[in-house]
């Protein structure tokens, strides 16, 4: 994997402060797309000069104007809100956090650099779950208006070693360029990483990766499409073979992955009994222990695990529980009581799961184990994607703290 410093664009809090009279001005925001309405209207109302104004705009809900969006970038450049670094640099990020659902506090540390656009299939830069044409092309427009990388996309690397991970821990013992409480016990700071030999030995084991997006697939085929939009059309944008991303090891525990699961509503007049009846007949019975998946309905759980037979034939991704719960158990079991298009609610553990199955919202809930680090990395060396809202990787990169407007990308520099 090809990297390189970049001269970032950072909120200047000072400048914000004297133009508007903020005591506390909060520029920061969770990602574009984990963003309800309602956070997102409170985001515009704690600062005019928040991040969510670029990456979402003005109104929730609806669609705003790109053009818009890139003269109020424009705006913001100029009046100094936002500066630009005087020299190209690398970034360590960490954020310190607990692990959703549990007492355990975890510390993740990942470097933030540009790197170079691959296709997908030159087997360099993994995809692991699947796109939506219309994100795609909202994020696309966004691009094109403002030719600015508003967020930065998380990808992993494999390190089990380390290394990379101590010389940003290097870089991140001393004081941040901006630390941000992003919800209580969860901080993010950004850190230059100066020492020239550090600059050198990131660029060089970075080189032997091949790493795994993790979160950003829409904005990473954004990038994609619109390199290869300018080329058709003959025209020439400095950086546009670059994006801004941050990398972090898949194998250290600071990066959690969480599971997602699966509420199922059956169609009006289906039985759940007879549901599950089926399920008992295809699934092995399995304990509170060695489950891998666990089906509720608002009177009852069951506990399995696929057996022999329904594992036969199935490799990578398809072997996996969340393969088989998504596409064979509700795509394909299940249709007769769900239809051949199922209505199906996705949630992480905690986030309300419970209620919506009490409530009705869904009478069979698929409670999932996460996905292993193993397991993962196994299905994407096999060229293989997981099903939509298969993992849900934490902790989240929060927007705002840095940004990179294209231009010409300078090699590292060091002795």
């Known amino acids: 994997m090809e990297i390189a410093p970049f001269r970032g664009l950072r909120f200047d809090l000072e400048k914000i402060k004297a133009q508007g009279g903020d005591a506390s001005p909060v520029v920061t925001a969770p990602p574009y797309d984990v963003l309800s309405p309602q956070a997102h209207q409170a985001l515009l109302d704690a600062s005019p000069c928040n991040i969510v104004r670029l990456t979402l705009g003005d109104e929730p809900g609806a669609t705003p104007s790109y053009e818009g969006r890139a003269g109020l970038l424009e705006d ?94 290097e870089a991140a013992s001393g004081e941040p360029l901006i630390e941000v409480e992003a919800a209580p016990g969860e901080v993010h700071g950004l850190y230059p990483v100066r020492d020239p030999a550090a600059v050198l030995r990131l660029t060089e084991l970075m080189g032997e990766q091949s790493p795994i997006i993790a979160d950003g697939h829409h904005r990473y085929t954004t990038g994609l499409l619109y390199r290869k939009a300018l080329a058709e059309a003959g025209q020439q ?19 959690s992955i969480l599971a997602t699961h ?11 009994s007879q549901a599950l009846e089926l399920l008992d007949s295809r699934l092995e019975q399995a304990g509170e222990d060695d489950w891998e998946i666990r089906v ?15 594992l036969a034939g199935k490799q990578g991704a ?34 309300g799961e419970d209620a919506a199955l009490r409530e009705g919202t869904g009478d069979l809930l698929f409670r999932m184990r996460p996905v292993g680090r193993g397991e993962f990395q196994e299905v994407i060396d096999g060229a293989e994607v997981f099903p939509h809202k298969t993992t849900y990787f934490y902790p989240k990169l929060w927007s705002g703290l840095v940004l990179w407007r294209l231009a010409a990308v300078e090699a590292p520099s060091g002795d």
């Not at 809100?81 to 549990?102: F, H, M, N, R």
């Not at 990388?149 to 998380?154: H, M």
């Not at 699966?262 to 759940?272: D, F, I, Q």
Request: charged letters at 20%; hydrophobic letters at 40%.
């Open 318 to 351: 398809s072997a996996t529980s969340y393969g088989l719960v998504q596409d064979e158990i509700i795509g394909s079991w299940l249709a007769p009581f769900a239809g051949a298009d199922p209505e199906v609610f996705f949630y992480k553990e905690g986030t």
């Open 237 to 255: 944008v400095p950086g546009s073979d670059w994006q801004m991303m941050t990398f972090a090891n898949l194998m250290s525990e600071g990066v």
């Open 262 to 272: 699966r509420l199922l509503k059956l169609s009006e007049g289906s039985s759940v």
């Open 296 to 310: 509720e309905t608002a009177s009852e759980v069951r506990n399995y695990r696929p057996g022999a037979e329904v």
């Open 76 to 169: 913001w450049i100029e009046s100094g809100v936002l500066a630009q670094e005087d020299t190209s640099v690398y970034y360590a990020c960490t954020v310190d956090y607990v692990i959703p659902g549990t007492e355990t506090s975890a510390r993740m540390v990942s470097l933030v650099a540009l790197g170079r656009l691959h296709e997908f299939d030159e087997r360099i830069v993994h995809p692991h779950e699947q796109t939506f044409p219309k994100v795609v092309a909202d994020r696309q427009s966004l691009l094109e208006a403002t030719r600015c990388n508003l967020e930065s996309i998380l990808l992993l690397y494999n390190d089990s070693a380390g290394e990379i991970d101590s010389l940003l821990e």
